[in-house]
């Protein structure tokens, strides 16, 4: 499927680097796989680089080296590596997933028809420029497959794994984590075990506490990460909506001319 969809950037001369629409790949995205590969190769272990504005510390940015594997390549090589890191991203969310219905009980047909719903989804195919949008489809696959292990078969270890895997995308990502898990483990419970409330609620605190303990294991460098958040202009400076955010219930409802 990938030789079909990606032929062009496979065997011709496109790369997965766009001027006009997805113009983040050339500008962001690709300057800094760049600057990466060379920090990495000049210096070693990623700390204050003066490549980035007017310095910067780019230890929150480790999680990129196992996020985007083309940055362990040559700067030369990276722009025609691009469509390959994708690919490899298609290939481990399609079997994650796969891995994730077969679980729940589902025939090799199913499996294999919703990997690839999944591996060649707008999200992964459409945004291929926007290469974070790969990262968070297998990162959350991951999450999804480790708290399916986890509720009905015991191995909390994925789940801190996930935890962390997740943690590598960026703080934000863990208060994804956390709505997921608050739905999903309840949920499913009920579903496989009936509703049996003191047993739930022991499930839910335990693997609530090996959720923190994932959290805890990636602290080094989402703390970092969340710290530039709060500190952003976005959230704090004169150009923020927080304020006026504040002022309204989280569930209430707007005017069309406020929206």
């Known amino acids: ?109 199913g499996c294999f028809l919703g990997a690839l719903l999944l591996s060649f989804s707008a999200y992964m195919c459409a945004g291929s420029c926007w290469y974070f949008h790969a990262y968070e489809v297998v990162c959350f696959t991951f999450l999804l497959l480790a708290s399916e292990q986890a509720l009905t078969r015991g191995r909390w270890l994925y789940l801190t794994l996930a935890v962390v895997v997740v943690g590598l995308l960026g703080s934000f990502h863990l208060y994804l984590c956390a709505l997921f898990l608050c739905f999903y483990v309840p949920f499913r419970f009920i579903e496989r075990y009936s509703l049996q409330p003191l047993l739930l609620l022991r499930t839910c605190v335990v693997l609530a506490l090996v959720a923190l303990l994932g959290v805890g294991l990636g602290a080094i460098l989402t703390m970092d990460n969340f710290y530039a958040l709060v500190n952003s202009p976005r959230g704090s400076g004169l150009t923020s909506m927080a304020g006026r955010l504040f002022s309204s219930s989280v569930f209430g409802l707007d005017t069309s001319a406020r929206c």
């Open 1 to 109: 499927m990938g030789l079909l969809v990606y032929p062009d950037y496979i065997f011709g001369s496109k790369t997965l680097l766009y001027t006009e629409f997805g113009s983040d790949s050339l500008h962001i995205f690709y300057p800094f796989y760049i600057l990466l590969s060379d920090y990495i190769r000049d210096v070693g272990v990623l700390s204050w680089s003066f490549r980035v504005g007017m310095g910067q510390n780019l230890f929150p940015y480790l999680g990129n080296l196992l996020l985007a594997p083309v940055i362990w390549l040559p700067k030369a090589a990276i722009a025609k590596a691009l469509v390959y890191q994708n690919l490899l991203y298609v290939a481990v969310a399609g079997t994650v997933f796969a891995r994730f219905l077969a679980d729940r009980g589902l025939s090799f047909g």
